[in-house]
């Protein structure tokens, strides 16, 4: 089992451009979760799904969006990428239930110039 | 607002023992999270409290005061290995994480 994958692991982008990061999971969780980690932050929740077909906001939402498609999948779209967005992104999935243990994929570092 | 306060760096000597503290103020509480990331890596769960007191693990505890807003993570017979950033997180009354900024540990020889 691979778990919870994220492709790329890395990508320069220019200002402006725009890219989709995947995350895919083969643990059969409901819960999906974008996250961003900057220096001297915490994990900060980009958006979330709490299942096939849905889609939610979290904290930081602006600039991304989302679409869950299909169960095992999360995509994360940046339509036109600023220096701001410059980060390393995290994918997590959860089953729900009360201990709820988030399970990351290993990240993507992006740059954006 | 919501805050979780951690400690930036600490630094221990390796087979000491080392207490991290993290204390927080949430729009409601429903259960405290200890993760550890390694640098480069992902973070993954250690340890969970949702009740008052201490949770034992192996060589790691955690323990919880809601009164006091407050929780640390206890690591004993300290290892090479346990050298990484420990993030702790509480779960608010919408059942999101709020988490804190994380507290990186230096193992010494």
């Known amino acids: 089992n691979a778990g919870v994958t994220q492709t790329p692991k890395f990508r320069v982008l220019k200002t402006g451009q725009s890219m989709t990061l995947l995350c895919a999971q083969d643990?059969?969780?409901?819960?999906m979760y974008w996250y961003r980690q900057d220096p001297g932050m915490g994990l900060r929740l980009i958006h979330y799904s709490v299942g096939e077909g849905t889609t939610a906001k979290g904290e930081v939402p602006d600039g991304y969006n989302v679409s869950r498609l299909k169960k095992q999948n999360f995509l994360l779209g940046l339509e036109s990428a600023a220096p701001s967005q410059t980060s390393v992104y995290f994918c997590a999935t959860s089953s729900g239930g009360d201990v709820e243990t988030q399970y990351f994929g290993p990240g993507t570092r992006l740059l954006v110039l | 607002g919501q805050n979780i306060d951690q400690p930036t760096e600490m630094t221990a000597t390796e087979g000491a023992i080392v207490q991290i503290n993290c204390t927080y103020q949430t729009s409601g509480f429903n259960g405290l999270f200890w993760y550890q990331q390694h640098a480069g890596e992902a973070p993954t769960f250690l340890s969970y409290n949702v009740l008052d007191g201490l949770e034992e693990k192996g060589r790691f505890s955690s323990f919880l005061s809601r009164s006091k807003g407050y929780s640390y993570l206890l690591l004993k017979e300290l290892q090479m290995k346990d050298s990484a950033s420990y993030l702790c997180?509480?779960?608010?009354?919408?059942?999101?994480?709020?988490w804190g900024a994380g507290t990186k540990l230096i193992i010494k020889p």
């Open positions: 997180a509480v779960r608010d009354s919408n059942y999101q994480l709020i």
């Open positions: 643990m059969n969780h409901e819960y």
